[in-house]
């Protein structure tokens, strides 16, 4: 009889026993079926759903030049993801060609290297359907010569090693026009010109354009030819200070500012307008300031 009760007892306990376990596992599947559940929070941090992350910004790609775009982008990154939860995957590429190509084939989002004619001028030659998203900075561009402090120095004759980049001609040729050393066609827009549209040449200066932009640093290094025409984001990564070492140099009301580039009909997206706000901000124009002494300015 003592045997039978204590049996009893035993079957009851474990009934119990196997009930609660029941009610756990129960509970533990009502968790994860509504959402609740640790896994899941552990797996979305806080336990918000995929979509929170989609609304904290995720990641915009970029593509520019080192410098200073890049510097320049990667000082905007941090403000960016703090402010609007935007990653910046910026990719570094050192010449003129490779930035609109990635763009157009949808490898890279945006970039950030050129200015309009240049943009404007890949539009044309390569059926790119591309556009601008806004204006961030202008590199003043400038002439550099190891042996002479002007242009009015240059000796009759002189080669003056300029890019191989057409649509920067007018530009080239807008530092002698405005020394008076060299005169355009008439009704010819200076943004426009091009080397055939020299109508009065009196010291024979001869433009050579056979060169990639990347390598004049180096050309001038080497005293390559008497004066030598160089983009300021090339002069600034060749360790050059274009306010110092040019013996001309744009002003700030160059048109040639640098802009973001994205596909037709992206500059409204709400990321790529996020990266323009912060670009053209008090505080990037400040950094500008701060780091290149006057060899970039702030777009208007």
């Known amino acids: 009889m003592k045997k039978f009760f204590l049996f009893m007892v035993l079957s009851v306990f474990a009934a119990v026993l196997a009930a609660c376990g029941n009610g756990e ?20 941090g806080d336990g918000s759903s995929e979509e929170s992350s989609d609304e904290a910004g995720g990641t915009l790609s970029i593509a ?18 703090d402010e609007e939860g935007i990653e910046l995957d910026i990719t570094i590429v050192n010449d003129y060609t490779t930035p609109n190509r990635l763009l157009d084939d949808e490898e890279v989002d945006t970039n950030f290297f050129q200015h309009t004619p240049y943009l404007e001028g890949e539009v044309e030659s390569h059926g790119y359907d591309l556009e ?7 590199e003043p561009m400038g002439v550099y010569s190891q042996d002479h402090d002007s242009l009015e120095d240059l000796p009759e004759g002189s080669t003056i090693l ?5 649509a920067e001609e007018g530009r080239f040729l807008s530092f002698f026009v405005d020394a008076g ?6 009704g010819i827009e200076i943004e426009n010109a091009t080397f055939d549209d020299i109508t009065e040449n009196p010291n024979d200066f001869e433009f050579n354009n056979q060169t990639a932009p990347e390598l004049l640093v180096e050309m001038y290094n080497n005293n390559e030819a008497p004066a030598v025409i160089i983009n300021s984001n090339f002069a600034i990564e060749g360790d050059l200070n274009p306010v110092v070492d040019a013996i001309a140099l744009e ?6 500012a640098n802009l973001v580039a994205v596909r037709s009909g992206d500059a409204e997206r709400e990321d790529v ?13 400040q950094f500008m300031e701060d780091s290149y002494g006057g060899a970039v300015i702030p777009a208007e």
């Open 25 to 44: 596992e129960e509970g533990a599947e009502e968790s994860a079926d509504d959402g609740t559940g640790t896994e899941e929070a552990a797996e979305n």
């Open 64 to 81: 520019a030049s080192p410098a200073p775009h890049a510097e320049i982008l990667e000082e905007a990154a941090v403000i960016l993801e």
């Open 132 to 138: 601008s998203a806004g204006n961030v900075h202008i």
């Open 162 to 166: 300029v890019s191989n980049n057409p």
């Open 181 to 186: 050393l060299i005169e355009i066609e008439d």
């Open 251 to 256: 002003d700030s009301e160059s048109p040639y």
């Open 273 to 285: 307008q996020a990266l323009m706000a912060v670009l053209q901000s008090e505080e990037i124009a």
